[in-house]
Nanobody, 115 residues
């Protein structure tokens, strides 16, 4: 069973920054893709950023230039660096890992813009 645990969420002022972390119970080499999703109240869960291959990632249009997804293979951790946060970024953020067509999810971490 794969376990994912997110951390790093919190309350931030507009224009501020946060870094989310997601640590996995397996080597991140074993996953085809890893990603961050988010879900705001009343909205569907949406893709924020996804690793495509080493050094390549896909981003939702609204976060391009502000968010960066990256991996630390030694720590089995992926990160989401979020800069210049806005009220529209307020949501629960979920870590996702894909292996053999299965998707695994963390419990989520809340990010709130204080505006």
């Amino acid at each position: 069973q794969v376990q994912l645990v997110e951390s790093g969420g919190g309350l931030v002022q507009p224009g501020g920054s946060l870094r989310l972390s997601c640590t996995t119970s397996r080597s991140i080499f074993s996953f085809k893709h890893m990603a961050w999703y988010r879900q705001a109240p009343g909205n569907q869960r949406e893709l924020v950023a996804k690793t495509i291959s080493r050094g390549t990632a896909h981003y939702q249009e609204s976060v391009k230039g502000r968010f960066t997804i990256y991996r630390d293979y030694q720590k089995n951790t992926i990160y989401l660096q979020m800069n210049n946060l806005t009220p529209e970024d307020t949501a629960v953020y979920y870590c996702n890992a894909e292996k053999d067509s299965q998707h695994f999810w963390g419990p989520g971490t809340q990010v709130t813009d204080s505006a």
